[in-house]
């Protein structure tokens, strides 16, 4: 079953589950790509990562780095207000009717 994918950023503080020769396991993430720059906190070694191979072995994170915000939907534009006088109006004023005189007559 493949992993989940972990979401990496720079500034994350990890803890990983095989420790540096050095003794430490907490890292910081400062380089992001196919390979991940991460720096031991405990000797201060910078060490470049397959990211595959990091996130196996990434036990916690202690701390999350610069998440990006999340993306804010954009306001709603304001439309301009209509002018009703900046177009001619394509339906000229009714013409009256001829008026027609119907004179009913009265059947009997
Ligand atoms: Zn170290």
Known sequence: ?????????????????KAHPCG?????IERLGADVGIRCRTCGRFVLMDRIKLERRIRAFLQRGNEPPPA???PPKEEPPTKPGSRKSASPA???RPRRRIVKRARV
């Open 94 to 96: 009714p013409e009256p």
């Open 1 to 17: 079953m493949p992993a989940p994918y972990v979401k990496l950023y720079v500034g994350d503080v990890i803890r990983t589950r």
């Open 24 to 28: 430490g396991d907490v890292w910081v």
């Open 72 to 74: 804010e939907p954009e």
